[in-house]
């Protein structure tokens, strides 16, 4: 687990870097805005498309290696990207291409995790994915933070080699897991096809949100910092906090592995979300309130992600969830654009979505609870 935490905590963190330096620069370049940023978000979805059938029917076994093969391919994108960095209908285009490689990575460092998990029980996973999905937040969150100091020291361009060399690094340094290799394989035997009962849907509905939300405060971000001319060192800080609160809320869950208990996570989350919509909807400015609110959506979004994957660990086998997730964020490509069609016409409400969509999450694991209550026993539903 060790191996997973370091290697996806170092992917997280450049992967960070990398997407606030591509919307910064497609929302600010000439021929950018508000309908630029809006195609190339959902373009980016669009590739999430083509990922169940990767990862159903990848040669490659294990979840590490599946992993390294879709690094390999990011870091050739992102050198491709450096070099065509001032045509941004370039940037436009090889950025869909490169969500390609980020949803299948999503789908195999679920498969990595799942395989490391094998074998442990309720707490101790919980614990474990606490713990990874922190470090994996922290990084993700706190990269965009550090993508306007990299560049006052050298060129957006240079910055997106770097990040794709670090790729490259961590994709040979992922490579050699015999053993997850091998669990993966028999996982799959195991399994056979993928469930398609009423808790499998539930999940997936659930997962189709995690991207969503992401994409919505990822895109509306830079766009609320230019009404309110701020810079992007803004939008880093906002990103950064939004990572705190997750990171928070993880440290909470992994320190509380045997309690508290998920009905009151849930009913948590049911309260911060709604209070950090006033606290931004109330605010007369673009400053503390914001960061206030964001502060308080990560600590929400982290407890509900960091519950979603143990309890789907815990639920179904490795090569299951990554089927789950895969087809997930497939599905949520309809979900975003959607959003995003509609906030042209609410462009200074845009900022609703990302809380909108995380309320939606809270309520639809409302709803997995009590669907596994009908069939489970009272000691398993009380987890």
Not at 27 to 41: C, E, K
Not at 203 to 218: D, K, R, S
Not at 252 to 264: I, N, T, Y
Request: aromatic share 10%.
């Amino acid at each position: 687990m060790r191996r997973y935490t370091l290697h996806s905590g170092l992917y997280r963190f450049f992967t960070g870097v990398a997407l606030l330096l591509l919307n910064w620069h497609i929302a600010t370049a000439q021929g950018g805005g508000y309908d630029a940023l809006a195609v190339s978000t959902t373009l980016s979805f669009v590739p999430a498309v083509f990922v169940p059938p990767l990862i159903r029917y990848s040669p490659i076994a294990g979840g590490a290696r599946m992993t390294a093969a879709g690094l390999a391919g990011a870091a050739v994108t992102l050198l491709l990207v450096a070099v065509f960095y001032d045509h941004v209908h370039a940037v436009i285009a090889l950025n869909f291409v490169l969500w390609i490689f980020f949803f299948y990575l999503e789908s195999t460092w679920e498969v990595w995790f799942n395989d490391e998990a094998s074998g442990l029980d309720g707490p101790v996973l919980r614990k474990h994915s606490s713990l990874t999905m922190t470090v994996n937040q922290v990084a993700l969150m706190v990269g965009p933070l550090f993508a306007p100091l990299f560049t006052r020291v050298v060129r957006a361009e240079w910055v997106l080699v770097v990040c794709a060399l670090v790729f490259a690094g961590v994709a040979v340094l992922s490579l050699g897991s015999h053993r997850t290799a091998a669990s993966t394989e028999e996982t799959r035997k195991e399994t056979g096809p993928e469930r398609t009962d009423g808790l499998y849907v539930l999940y997936l509905l659930a997962f189709m949100l995690v991207w969503p939300i992401l994409g919505t405060f990822n895109f509306m971000l830079p766009l609320q910092a230019l009404a309110h001319g701020r810079s992007m060192l803004t939008v880093g800080v906002l990103d950064m906090l939004l990572g705190i609160g997750m990171a928070v809320a993880g440290a909470l869950l992994h320190r509380l592995a045997k309690g508290p208990e998920v009905r009151w996570v849930l009913r948590g989350a049911l309260v911060a979300v709604p209070a950090a919509m006033a606290i931004w909807l109330f605010a007369p400015t673009f400053g503390a309130a914001q960061m206030v609110a964001v502060l308080t959506l990560g600590c929400a979004f982290g407890s509900m992600r960091v519950i979603l994957r143990s309890e789907a660990a815990s639920h179904f086998s490795a090569h299951q969830v990554g089927a789950i997730v895969a087809n997930a964020n497939a599905c949520s490509l309809v979900l975003l654009a959607a959003v995003l069609a509609g906030g042209r016409y609410f462009t200074s409400r845009i900022w609703l979505a990302p809380f909108a969509l995380t309320l939606l999450l809270v309520l639809s694991f409302q709803v997995i609870r009590k669907a596994r209550s009908s069939r489970l026993i009272p000691s398993e539903v009380s987890e």
